[in-house]
């Protein structure tokens, strides 16, 4: 397990989002060592990754180590960080092969559960009855159903806000490319949408 060294806290993170400009400037600012500027570029983004590593590694368990790895490779290599692109994408790059690289790792030893369905313990420990919670599972049930391209693209996009050009930046592949997942994303999104629409008058 990683050693926390970084805001273990949701609530510790600003309330309003900063915009790509000043996340920039203070991961440029911390290369040459500025404390405060380290904390704020932490802070800003955090809840971005374990966003995103959440959506990409489907182990609920595994969202927070992903996380400060993605942040510990971050801060090792801010030296080498000049501001071409946004901080966010070239951190959403780093959590991407961080969460590759655990996927590898995982195949190449695999970790054996005591829990007959690891997954229903999972859902199980999850906490219910919250505002929002059933609505959330939907989402997260839809997001799932799509290929993984197409998902990563648009959670990209349309929920972390990152402008086309860097999500392709983050995906590796052309700007048109992730236009067209997206696209494709959304149009089974609503599809699927639909079809819930329609049967839950049934199931009633």
Known sequence: MITPALPASRDECDTA?????????WAL?????????????????????????AH????????????QDTFLRALGSLHRFEGRSSARAWLLSI???????????AAARPRLSDTADWQLAVELAQPQGLPGFDDGIVLLDLLSSLPDERREAFILTQLLGLPYAEAAE???????????????????????????????????
């Open 56 to 67: 990409l590694c489907g182990d609920p368990q595994a969202v927070d180590d992903l996380a």
């Open 170 to 204: 983050v995906s590796h592949c052309p700007v048109g490319t992730v236009r067209s997942r997206v696209a494709r994303a959304r149009a089974t999104l609503m599809d699927r949408l639909s079809d819930t629409d329609e049967s839950a008058p049934v199931a009633a």
């Open 29 to 53: 600012a911390a290369r040459s060592g500025d404390t405060d500027a380290v904390e704020r570029f932490v802070r800003a983004l955090h809840r971005d990754v374990l966003r995103y590593v």
């Open 95 to 105: 959590a991407r092969r961080a969460v590759i690289d655990s996927h590898r790792y």
């Open 17 to 25: 989002a900063p915009d790509d400009e000043s996340t920039t400037a």
